[in-house]
């Protein structure tokens, strides 16, 4: 009785090892160029806020899974492998970015409206008494700042990384014949 390749430990530990680093790679280097639009939607000009960063956004994250299928090479031979490492990748592409969008609000620079807007919840009382307990109001601030950016850059930026750069893995295969 033959062993098939499928069932051969060894060749599917390399499998997993070459899509695993495959994914790692596109992510990396999706997650750096998202953080890099976090950055520059930090200019005050709209149409580059409303009509080009969502885009690019969404670019990246497509591109982050073609990138991922092309780094992982022969593995991918049908567009459903594409979309596995194209999801893994968007996994961790989604992570690099959410980091820095928490780092970014923890210094105020994104979320500063939920941060403001947390403060106006509070009485002058309710300020007053958190403040002798040492919870400022830069610090209450900050904190849903992050929170905020958690929820929306974090998980939700995630959700969508994964989506969309398995998006991109899938279509890998079908143009690379």
């Known amino acids: 009785m033959t062993v098939k390749p499928s069932q051969n430990p060894k060749l599917v530990h390399a499998t997993i090892n070459l899509l ?6 596109a ?5 750096i160029a998202a953080a890099l639009l976090l950055l520059v939607n930090q200019i005050a000009f709209p149409l580059l806020r409303t009509v080009l960063i969502p885009p690019a956004f969404i670019t990246v994250w497509i591109v982050t899974g073609i990138a991922a299928a092309m780094f992982a090479g022969d593995r991918v031979k049908t567009p459903r492998d594409g979309f596995n490492v194209g999801i893994l990748a968007g996994v961790v592409a989604g992570t690099v970015s959410g980091l820095v969008a928490m780092l970014m609000a923890a210094f105020g620079v994104t979320f500063k409206q939920v941060g403001a807007g947390v403060l106006t919840q509070f009485s002058d009382a309710q300020l007053a008494s958190m403040a002798q307990s040492g919870i400022t109001e830069q610090l209450l601030s900050a904190i849903s700042m992050v929170v905020a950016a958690l929820f929306v850059c974090g998980i939700g930026g995630i959700l969508v990384a994964a989506l969309l750069a398995g998006v ?9 014949k």
């Not at 695993?20 to 790679?25: D, E, P």
């Not at 991109?168 to 690379?176: I, S």
């Open 27 to 31: 992510g990396i280097g999706g997650g």
């Open 20 to 25: 695993l680093n495959a994914a790692i790679k």
């Open 168 to 176: 991109g893995g899938w279509l890998y295969p079908k143009f690379n």
